[in-house]
């Protein structure tokens, strides 16, 4: 991998990839970022992390150097008044910018999961966020653009969703889709992915979200019983891999 450095503290440590960390959990004290963190530690990949709630406004001025920055899932909405969300998406442009170069160079690969996805769309076009029917919980399948037979079962947990007209932006592609949602996964340029859906997640992890989550599902016109469900039907077919697939794959091209 390539050494880059961070400051932290007043040692300064090699870091490939920066994970920047919104404010959601998946179950208890376990968060979105703890399951990013193991996937990439065992590709090899050395992590920092940056505290969106806490660090978004400092990190458009003094942003920390990495080979890639890869964004977690959260609970709150981009339509957020909240500072912390609005220096997010500030630095979300700034970021995708630098993804695809300027004079000719490229900069770090951009990875949104979830609200990280939604995180980029709004970069590239603002309101492009929209609320949903209900929620999509649980193992579900999706199906690859363009290819038939490109079916395949990730685990999802979100109840807005990105408007299919961000392809209007030049160089946007839309990846992934199925009947509920018209964008399961987008990619912008060579170096920027966002996907709604968590592919750091194991069968047992979407059990636990669905139980923890319970009172949000039920809140946004969901079934945590179909959920369930959902998991025991398609837990064989969930792609050990599929984190590498589309996140490892894309930081390290």
């Given at each position: 991998?390539?050494?880059?450095?961070?400051?932290?503290?007043?040692?300064?440590?090699?870091?490939?990839?920066?994970?920047?960390?919104?404010?959601?959990?998946?179950?208890?004290?376990?968060?979105?970022?703890?399951?990013?963190?193991?996937?990439?530690?065992?590709?090899?990949?050395?992590?920092?992390?940056?505290?969106?709630?806490?660090?978004?406004?400092?990190?458009?001025?003094?942003?920390?150097?990495?080979?890639?920055?890869?964004?977690?899932?959260?609970?709150?909405?981009?339509?957020?008044?909240?500072a912390w969300?609005?220096?997010?998406?500030?630095?979300?442009?700034?970021?995708?910018?630098?993804?695809?170069?300027?004079?000719?160079?490229?900069?770090?690969?951009?990875?949104?999961?979830?609200?990280?996805?939604?995180?980029?769309?709004?970069?590239?076009?603002?309101?492009?966020?929209?609320?949903?029917?209900?929620?999509?919980?649980?193992?579900?399948?999706?199906?690859?653009?363009?290819?038939?037979?490109?079916?395949?079962?990730?685990?999802?947990?979100?109840?807005?969703?990105?408007?299919?007209?961000?392809?209007?932006?030049?160089?946007?592609?839309?990846?992934?889709?199925?009947?509920?949602?018209?964008?399961?996964?987008?990619?912008?340029?060579e170096r920027?992915?966002?996907?709604?859906?968590?592919?750091?997640?194991?069968?047992?992890?979407v059990r636990?979200?669905?139980?923890?989550?319970?009172?949000?599902?039920?809140?946004?016109?969901?079934?945590?019983?179909?959920?369930?469900?959902?998991?025991?039907?398609?837990?064989?077919?969930?792609?050990?891999?599929?984190?590498?697939?589309?996140?490892?794959?894309?930081?390290?091209?």
């Amino acid at each position: 991998m390539v050494e880059v450095l961070r400051v932290r503290g007043v040692g300064i440590v090699p870091v490939d990839v920066q994970i920047c960390v919104a404010d959601g959990l998946i179950y208890d004290s376990l968060d979105y970022a703890d399951r990013i963190e193991q996937r990439l530690t065992r590709a090899g990949l050395s992590c920092g992390r940056l505290n969106l709630v806490t660090e978004a406004a400092d990190l458009t001025a003094r942003r920390p150097p990495a080979l890639a920055y890869v964004f977690t899932g959260g609970q709150t909405s981009v339509h957020s008044d909240a500072a912390w969300m609005r220096a997010t998406i500030k630095l979300m442009g700034e970021l995708v910018a630098d993804a695809n170069g300027r004079d000719g160079d490229t900069g770090p690969a951009v990875v949104g999961v979830c609200l990280g996805s939604q995180l980029i769309a709004e970069a590239l076009r603002p309101g492009s966020i929209i609320d949903t029917a209900g929620i999509e919980v649980g193992l579900t399948e999706v199906n690859r653009v363009g290819d038939h037979q490109g079916i395949g079962v990730v685990p999802s947990f979100h109840y807005q969703a990105i408007n299919p007209q961000i392809e209007e932006v030049d160089g946007v592609r839309i990846e992934y889709r199925n009947e509920h949602t018209s964008v399961q996964a987008l990619s912008y340029g060579e170096r920027v992915f966002g996907c709604q859906f968590h592919p750091e997640l194991t069968p047992d992890d979407v059990r636990q979200l669905i139980d923890f989550n319970e009172d949000v599902i039920s809140c946004w016109h969901g079934d945590a019983a179909a959920a369930h469900r959902s998991v025991e039907q398609y837990q064989d077919e969930l792609p050990e891999d599929l984190f590498e697939r589309l996140v490892i794959d894309r930081i390290t091209r």
